[in-house]
């Protein structure tokens, strides 16, 4: 039987579960791993790092990215983008949509 994981409207789910800004990195698969470890200590309230991106959950998506520059870090792709309820549905199950 499904279970109710939280309950509100869209942006208090937001305000709630998430933050208002993602930093999603995109690095060679050669490096993806390390990458991920070198940018655990940064300022975001959570960091987790997938298989094919890393995703840093923080209030300002550009110094969080100037942050990962300033390490010496070179992403093949980065992209700054507001939290949706795909990542309150992260949050809350721990698993993706295409699961």
């Known amino acids: 039987m499904p279970r109710i994981a939280a309950e509100g409207t869209p942006r208090e789910l937001l305000a709630r579960y998430t933050t208002p800004e993602v930093l999603e990195l995109r690095f060679p698969l050669d ?50 983008r507001r939290s949706t309820l795909e990542d309150v549905f992260l949050r809350l199950t721990g698993r993706s949509l295409e699961d």
């Open 31 to 80: 490096v993806h791993e390390q990458a991920g470890k070198k940018v655990q200590d940064l300022d975001a309230q959570r960091t987790e790092v997938l298989a094919d991106r890393i995703l840093m959950y923080v209030t300002d998506g550009d110094a969080a990215l100037s942050a990962v520059l300033g390490r010496g870090l070179e992403p093949m792709t980065t992209l700054v």
